[in-house]
Structures are given as C-alpha cells and as structure tokens.
C-alpha cells in the first residue's frame, strides 16, 4: 500500500457577505447575541443563478493549479455535498467537465459536515491501492439554498463555499497516517432536509409546510458534536500510534464555537493548536475544513511534517477524523 498526501490545496466562497447586522432587518435578532451563541459574526453567500458546481470548480482549479497538475492527469473527482446542482447527474462529473478532467472518473458523496473527511478517506483508498494516481477531493455547499429564512436557530449559522485537495502517492511515513469514521442513522432525524428525495417528493404540501428547508434539532446535535469531536480525535491519533501531545495543528469542522471549545477542552489539546475560521464563514458544511485547511497553509501555519488531525460530524448523523503527517511532495510514479 502506497502513502497518500495532499499535494494540493485551493478554495473559494462567494464575493457577497452577510453580517449578523443584516439579519437584524429581518429577524427577531442581533449581533451580539448570534456572537455569543455561536462566535460567529458574518458568512458568505452565493447569488442565485450560481450552483454549487461552481464553487467546486473555482475550488479544484486552484488546488490543481497548486498541485501544478494538468487537469487531464486527474483519476477521479469526488465532490462531497449535500446540496448537489440536480438529484442527477453528480456534481462530481459536471466539475470534471469544466475543469477539462476529461480522464476522471467522477461521483458525489453524501456525508454532510463530514463530508470532506469521507472524501480523502475514500479517494485515497484508490492511490493507496495503485489503482489511481491522482483523485481531486472537493467539499462545496450552498446551503443558503436551503434554508428557511425566517428560522433564527438556523439560517443565521451557515454559509456558502468549496475546498478542495489533490491527492497523490507521498514518500512512506507522510500524509495520511490513519482514519476513522462512523455513523448512526437513528439520528437521521436531528439535522435534515426533509422533503425532494423519494420519501417525500416535491408537492404543493411539502413547499407550503417549508419542508425543502433545513431541520434541526439544535440541542441534541450540541450534545452529540461535543461527544463524538473528542471521542473520534482520540481514538484516531491511537490508530497513529500517537499522543495528543504528538499533535501541531487541529482542524475541526467550524460549526459553533461552543461545540469546538467543548470538544477541545475534552481532547485536552491547547487551544493555540486550534484553527478557527468560523468567525468569517459559518458552518459549510462539507467545505468548512478544506477552506479552513488552505487558509492555514497560506497563512504559514502548516510546515513539512507537521502532525495535523481533522475532525467532523454531520447529518447522518456522521463523523470523521483523520490523521496527516504533512508533506506536499508528490511521488514521481
């Protein structure tokens, strides 16, 4: 089995911001409470007429361009997303198309917040085997197409925007050192969308009773967030052989900052290892860690052979963790 890394790393989010002082024109609301529950002060926002695939797009052209990879050398695209263009066809093989991937095999998958975790785990399966070289991993969202605007417990936490990284074989003791992932599906419930799938298919009903927005149960996913962030971390650092002191970088999903701090003080790691963007972003769901990851990077914050964990949970409800010895020196293969 081959080493597998990250090579490249790129990301992008919608021009158009709203601040927590644009939801005080509409919404029973203000700044300094949404601050206090939830750290966060603005997000970003696509335009209507743009689909999440473009987001993916601007996100895989920067990683490529990172990772100085031809898109025709690309094997597979994977976009991890819960809020696809159309049902079908994925969004994986209309990126691939804009991006003149025309070599890649392509499929989408749904794992919402952990939804880029999923992404690497799976697309490295495929380097790791020798079955591919080259699989660019993407996490993009535009739930603010999904949310019901007048719910103040929801639409005022989540924002638009892409991450992506191109895997690729590394030298032997780097990149991807262990995983871990897990669902369960009795809590389906808590975090969804409930109408447009075969369940409940579109009608005059579901519009009216707002069932094609967002649900959620905002409690309950506090409770398991907290339980699964630091239970998952710990034990994927032991697949690693190694300690919580062993680690530079945390990257966590960007849900809520009580979630994170919860979840860290049970990890028991120092809170300088954090990296926090939610404060300019929101939560995006499966783009929160790879938009969080390139700004690290570019920020200088991640140096070669840096021991760096990432960590999510999402509807599912569904959690992940993986741990990354970091280099960004492909194999010549």
Known sequence: MRSVGIVGIGSYVPENIVTNKDFEQFLDTNDEWI??????????????????????????????????????????????????????????????????????????????????????????????????????????????????????STCILFGDG???????????????????????GSGGSLLSQPAGGSKYPASLETVEKNLHTLQMEGKEVYKFAVRIMGDVSVKVLENAGLAKEDVDLLIPHQANIR????????????????VINLDKYGNMSAASIPVALDETFKAGRIHEGDIIVMVGFGTGLTWGACVLKWTKVGLKV
């Open 35 to 152: 601050i206090s529950r939830t750290g966060i002060r603005q997000r970003h926002i696509a335009p209507k007429d743009m689909p999440v695939s473009e987001l993916c797009y601007q996100a895989g052209l920067k990683a490529l361009e990172d990772a100085q990879i031809a898109p025709e050398e690309v094997d597979l695209v994977i976009v991890a997303t819960i809020t696809p263009d159309y049902a079908f066809p994925a969004t994986a093989c209309l990126v691939a198309d804009r991006l003149g991937a025309k070599n890649a095999a392509g499929f989408d998958l749904e794992a919402g917040c952990s939804g880029f975790i999923y992404g690497v785990v799976t697309g490295s399966q495929f380097v790791a085997t020798g079955m591919y070289k080259t699989v660019l991993v993407i996490g993009g969202e535009t739930l603010s197409k999904v949310l019901n605007w007048q719910d103040r």
């Open 162 to 184: 892409a991450g992506a990284a191109v895997l690729q074989p590394v030298k032997d003791g780097f990149g991807f050192l262990s995983f871990e992932l897990g669902s369960d």
């Open 259 to 274: 979630i994170v701090d919860a979840a860290v003080k049970r990890l028991g790691i120092s809170p300088d290892k954090m």
